[in-house]
């Protein structure tokens, strides 16, 4: 009998260990996750490089014109006065891909119908504030575009414009 109650204790302590050791590994893979997850956002914000597109020739984008850009997933809109805007094709009310229709000319998102005019103004809500732009610049007659840091606005204002060199 005293065998039978060695035999039970030690298989009980054996349990315990066990099952103190997986709690632990546990703990342990919690605590790695939580670092992980919280650590990496900070880590991530501090090294985001400068992404410059090259969107094509000025020439390439006749006043008037909206044009996808597929690599930067924007649109590079030309406007009627030669002036440029880099615009998101993120919509800003749950980050739908908000497409350009060329026959109404405005763009409108399909999950919720937010519509944006062609300077990415706010036309009809759900949408809060209008689309996000990217820093447009010129660099040997290219058009190039900064998609590192989206620029949040909450409507169009014509200092946003950005036009062209004079060819010399």
């Not at 809500?125 to 900064?146: G, Q």
Request: glycine share 6%.
């Amino acid at each position: 009998m005293a065998m039978v109650e060695n035999v039970s204790s030690s298989r009980r302590s054996f349990l315990t260990k066990i099952w103190i050791g997986l709690g632990v590994v546990a703990l342990l893979q919690f605590f790695t996750g939580a670092v992980t997850y919280f650590g990496s956002g900070r880590k991530q914000a501090e090294k985001k490089p400068v992404t410059l597109l090259q969107a094509g020739i000025i020439t390439d984008f006749p006043p008037g014109s909206v044009t996808p850009i597929a690599k930067g997933h924007l649109y590079l809109n030309c406007l009627d006065d030669g002036s440029f805007l880099a615009i998101s094709r993120k919509c800003t009310h749950l980050g739908c891909a908000v497409p350009w229709i060329e026959e109404r000319k405005q763009f409108e998102c399909p999950c919720h119908a937010s519509v944006f005019d062609i300077t990415g103004a706010v036309l009809k809500s759900p949408a809060p504030r209008a689309l996000d732009l990217y820093t447009v610049s010129f660099e040997k007659n290219m058009v190039m575009i900064n998609t590192s840091n989206p620029i949040k606005r909450t409507s169009f204002t014509h200092d946003q414009l950005v036009y062209a060199p004079k060819p010399s």
